[in-house]
C-alpha cells in the first residue's frame, strides 16, 4: 500500500495570507490526524478527523481549522499566518476507531515558511 | 504542553554500541509509541507497546515500559550510522476512540562510524 502523502512538501508564505495544506491517508484508513512541529513547542496535535468528523482538537487558535472528504483526504487551512506559524505540518492516519491497530503512520509532512 | 520528558536530549555514540534513551510521561497510557524522525522529515513508527506489557522486541529495538514510574525506555542495539536520528516517545493518554499522540521533546541520536 502507498504511506500517507502530504502536498505540497514545501510552501512559502506572508504574513497575513492563508494556506490549505493536504493529507491522503493510507487507503482504508479513515482516522487522519494533523501535528504541528517547531523547534520551540515540539510536536503538537492540532486535530483529528474520522469519517468526515472532527473528533478532537489541539489548543490552537480558530486561525487552525481543517475538514476531511468523503473519500478520507484531509486538509487543513491555516488563515492569517502569523511568523509563529512556521514549522512542520506531519498528517498521520491509522485505522484506529476501526476496531484495529493504535499505530499512526506519518506522511513525509509540508514545511511552511512564513515570511 | 508536552507531556513526555525524554533524556538524554543528546547522545553521541561509535558504531556498534548500544544506545539508550528515556521517556517519562505524566498521566496514565493506553499505550506509548516511539518514533524516529530524520532531519526534519516525517516520523517512522518503530513499535507500540501497551499499557498491559513489560517489554517488546523487534528487530534491534527493545522497549520497556514500568506504568508505576511511568517511564519507558528504548534499546537499540548493536548501533549502525544509519540509526543517526531524533527520537520520540509518543503517549495515548486517552484510550478511547480519539488519536490524540502527546509526544516527548525527543532524543537526538548521532552515530559515529
Known amino acids: 500500500k502507498a504511506g500517507v502523502t502530504q502536498t505540497p512538501r514545501y510552501l512559502i508564505k506572508t504574513r497575513g495570507q492563508q494556506v490549505t495544506l493536504s493529507c491522503s491517508p493510507i487507503?482504508?484508513?479513515?482516522?487522519v490526524s494533523w501535528y504541528q512541529q517547531t523547534p520551540g513547542q515540539g510536536l503538537q496535535f492540532l486535530f483529528e478527523y474520522f469519517s468526515e468528523t472532527q473528533r478532537n482538537k489541539g489548543n490552537f487558535p480558530g486561525r487552525f481549522s481543517g475538514r476531511q472528504f468523503s473519500n478520507s483526504r484531509s486538509e487543513m487551512n491555516v488563515s492569517t499566518l502569523e511568523l509563529g506559524d512556521s514549522a512542520l505540518y506531519l498528517c498521520a492516519s491509522s485505522t484506529r476507531g476501526q476496531g484495529s491497530t493504535d499505530t499512526q503512520y506519518f506522511g513525509p509532512g509540508t514545511r511552511l515558511t512564513v515570511l | 504542553s508536552q507531556q513526555g520528558e525524554e533524556d538524554p536530549q543528546a547522545l553521541s555514540i561509535q558504531e556498534g554500541e548500544n544506545a539508550t534513551m528515556n521517556c517519562s510521561y505524566k498521566?496514565?497510557?493506553?499505550?506509548l509509541q516511539w518514533y524516529r524522525q530524520n532531519s526534519g522529515r516525517g516520523l517512522v513508527h518503530l513499535i507500540l507497546i501497551r499499557s498491559n506489557e513489560r517489554e517488546k522486541h523487534s528487530g534491534r529495538l527493545r522497549v520497556t515500559l514500568d506504568t508505576s514510574k511511568k517511564s519507558s525506555s528504548l534499546l537499540i542495539t548493536a548501533s549502525r550510522a544509519a540509526d543517526t536520528a531524533s527520537y520520540f516517545c509518543a503517549t495515548d493518554p486517552h484510550g478511547g476512540a480519539t488519536n490524540k499522540l502527546i509526544f516527548g521533546t525527543g532524543t537526538l541520536l548521532a552515530v559515529q562510524p
Open positions: 498521566t496514565s497510557i493506553n499505550n
Open positions: 487507503s482504508g484508513h479513515r482516522s
